[in-house]
Structures are given as structure tokens and as C-alpha cells.
């Protein structure tokens, strides 16, 4: 998963993480804050039925979740490896300007001007 990506690239994850997920059965239409018993605008709903919905928001919410990470995760990569790329031409720059440059040896005013 994606955590475990950015847990390796030692990036805290940037998106929160979803809502409390539903129970793992459906409530009973006894149970204080049922449907049944409320007068919640889910009120006509079934327990089960409200479950069910709980049930593919929540799920919904996990796959959003899982591709912003997956995209955060991604990103890290790709700049780390721009990050590394630059360095490298960097130092290519460096060894290329110290090849070009002339080297330490005399120059026309040190060996010639005794001359003058």
C-alpha cells in the first residue's frame, strides 16, 4: 500500500485518514441511534440498509484515500529523482568548467614581463 511506500521514503503521509469505520454487522432497530428510532433524516431507512450505505461511503472514502496517497507517494519519487539528477549535472558542470578552465601554468605577464 501506499503507506508502506512512504513510510520507506521517510515521508509522513499528507492526507488524513478516512472516517471511523461502520461497525461490522448492522445494527438492530432497537438500538438507540437506529433508524427507527431516530428521527434523523435517514428515518424510513433500514438498519441494514443503512449499513449497506455506511458500509460504500466508508469504502468509498478509503479508495480516495488510497489514491492520494498512491499520487503523494509518487510525487516524492519523482522529485527525489529530479532532485538526484540535478546534483549529478551539477557535478558533471563543475568537472566540465574545471577541464575548460586553463591551468595554473604561466601566463603572458609572469614569464614575459622580466622582458619588457
Known amino acids: 500500500m501506499a503507506t508502506e511506500a512512504l513510510e520507506s521514503l521517510g515521508v509522513p503521509p499528507l492526507a488524513p485518514w478516512p472516517s471511523p469505520r461502520p461497525p461490522d454487522e ?4 432497537s438500538e438507540p441511534g437506529s433508524s427507527s ?8 431507512r433500514s438498519p441494514e440498509r443503512k449499513w449497506a450505505d455506511d458500509w460504500a461511503e466508508f469504502r468509498g472514502a478509503m479508495e ?15 522529485e ?13 558542470m563543475r568537472e566540465l568548467i574545471s577541464r575548460l578552465q586553463p591551468s595554473a601554468g604561466p ?6 614581463w622580466p622582458r619588457r
Open 64 to 78: 480516495d484515500y488510497a489514491v492520494r496517497l498512491e499520487a503523494q507517494a509518487t510525487n516524492t519519487r519523482v
Open 37 to 44: 428510532s431516530s428521527s434523523a433524516p435517514d428515518t424510513g
Open 26 to 29: 448492522p445494527g438492530r432497530p
Open 107 to 112: 601566463t603572458c605577464c609572469t614569464w614575459c
Open 80 to 92: 527525489r529523482q529530479q532532485q538526484q539528477l540535478i546534483s549529478e549535472l551539477r557535478q558533471e
